[in-house]
């Protein structure tokens, strides 16, 4: 299943899709979208497995990349500018390994850039895995429920209270899985296609600087990419400022 | 001697006692108080020994602390939100330790969050370090004047010169025993009070990053908690914006 | 050649000298220098060899200090705000050991600070050196050409398309010498005219931390200096927002 959010007739300039991250689904771009929409260009949010209506728990990040690559093959898009947010960052590396000739530019959105042989987890700080680890036991394995704390203080800090809860509600267990893969992406880092970091400055996910980070630890993977910083958090900011992403994201996207 | 800031009848919604640093006193607070009044929260900004009206310049960390923690019980404050700004975030250490029960939330602003066993001099550059130790033995041992150029150019770089002047006059010889003063946290690190940092992003008195710095660096020891930025200086934005002040410390300190 | 930019009458209040960086000539600070007028301040961008209209390209960085330094001497100017962008970062630096007397405060603009025997180049990413070596070989040896790609992302970043390609139609390739020169700087480091750094915040350039960038690592290498910020990128920001930059460049600037 995929959102789609048509731009007016004749407005078309840039072809986004966006590929939400863990603790979401494709409704974290719904806003976001319809700004993008309202400035004229096509914005698409596919679904992945595991997330959205599916309630699947054992799916891997293969299957994943499969059915956003699929996604945008069967709708033949072309010359995209391909969104990911989050975990989303890892999916748009190995889709971009796998239709790298659909995609005019990669952005990431606080997005993890991983390196050739590791997982998600692994740019996490070793407290942050363990925490992980024994939500996911105590949920039976293969799951992580959010804690509402973690989210609101972490995921959601620029939100008030009652937004913070709103948001939160909506969060379902995330399948643990995909989170511990070590990816392949020897490929990814022979790509030639051009990259931006958008740099949410608020995001309290991972701690800013000192070896972990979005910016600079993880943009700084990307060799020349081109930078943009907008006042943001993780969660809140797409639902409460989804203008201002949406032109950051114009911004991030544009020749 | 604790000035108190009464905010409307009907308004209140946080309790906020506010934790002045070093070259300061009380009156460091009261633009933010009266903004946060107006807001409709209550906010008191206790005076501690050595500070304000009081001569004495051999006071202890401890008797610091002690001052801070009994005018909380005296007024018998309760679910407070603990805001302590430069040396103000020792002392909201050690009074998070007297009184936990008494503290819905610490709140640092650009506040030192010491490891246990350090001092504030500690997470001080040797160069200052040894710039404050001659300071002292220049003034007789017991106090730290402070130079007016570094504190233009450093504690207030976003203020024009006439107001850096103005708040310069007003700045006594900081007692020194405090800020070498190496404390007992232990129990700090054992509280689950939620805790959140509030980075003024353009605070020259710390080096930004790379081993030092209010953010990410102090910040990082606090486990999970929530960050909240606005533009600002360690000692003019209070006196220029204190609505923004105001606003952010709401940002950290609510629910 | 010195552009001159004239401020109303009686509204003279700072004086400064605006030099620029590589792959730039005096042009860069037209704008800028305009609304530094309108804000009642002098201010000159002397051009120096091997730039604007000059076609030598076996420039030394002695001649281009030799070339600033004697452009405020000649004009008799006293008490400057000596600004330095980038490459110019360095150059004023060794404008100040050579006529510490005429300036009032220096000021870098995401400008080159390097330690005594350093060269520019020095501070550069390895791969951006073998980078710029590649191109100057593949040119004849004497000057840097700088590809649409690289400026386009990271030196212009937060341009659109148009502006970025009409800023780096007028770039012209840069004389490579001056950049690996190493300097003498001993002079600089016992200097004690008052230092400001103004950063901007999404300047792409180099690697922000982490062991490079502007802010904090080079700024660093001043000792006691007075930060300020704004956002903005390399090139394209003082075209887009000039008088932002004037405002901070007096934030900088003034006592």
């Known amino acids: 299943m995929t959102h789609v959010y048509s731009g007016a007739a004749g407005a078309k300039q840039l072809t986004f899709v966006l590929v939400h991250g863990s603790w979401a689904d494709a409704g974290y771009w719904k806003e976001t979208a319809a700004e993008l929409n309202r400035l004229g260009h096509e914005a698409f949010a596919p679904e992945y497995p595991g997330h959205?209506?599916?309630?699947?728990?054992?799916?891997t990040?293969?299957?994943?990349?499969?059915?956003?690559?699929?996604?945008?093959?069967r709708r033949d898009l072309r010359g995209i500018v391909l969104v990911g947010h989050s975990f989303g960052g890892s999916v748009i590396q190995t889709v971009a390994q796998r239709i790298p000739e659909r995609i005019g530019r990669i952005v990431f959105m606080d997005g993890f850039v991983l390196l050739d042989g590791?997982?998600?987890?692994?740019?996490?700080?070793?407290?942050?895995?363990?925490?992980?680890?024994?939500?996911?036991?105590a949920s039976g394995g293969q799951t992580i429920p959010m804690p509402y704390e973690l989210y609101r203080e972490t995921f959601a800090n620029l939100a008030d209270g009652p937004l913070a809860r709103y948001l939160h509600r909506q969060v379902l267990p995330e399948p643990a899985g995909p989170l511990f893969e070590k990816l392949d992406l020897k490929r990814f880092y022979g790509l030639t296609i051009p990259r931006s970091y958008l740099y949410l400055t608020s995001d309290?996910?991972?701690?800013?600087?000192?070896?972990?980070?979005?910016?600079?630890?993880?943009?700084?993977?990307?060799?020349?990419?081109?930078?943009?910083?907008?006042e943001g958090d993780h969660m809140s900011t797409v639902k409460t400022h989804p203008g201002l992403i949406a032109r950051k994201l114009v911004e991030a996207g544009r020749d």
Chains 1, 2, 3 share one sequence.
Request: negative net charge.
């Open 52 to 59: 959205g209506g599916d309630p699947r728990t054992d799916v």
């Open 61 to 73: 990040h293969a299957e994943i990349t499969e059915a956003v690559a699929d996604d945008i093959a």
């Open 118 to 137: 590791q997982s998600v987890a692994d740019q996490l700080p070793p407290p942050v895995v363990q925490q992980f680890q024994q939500l996911a036991q």
């Open 204 to 230: 309290g996910v991972l701690p800013q600087g000192e070896g972990y980070g979005w910016h600079p630890h993880m943009s700084g993977r990307l060799g020349v990419f081109r930078l943009i910083k907008a």
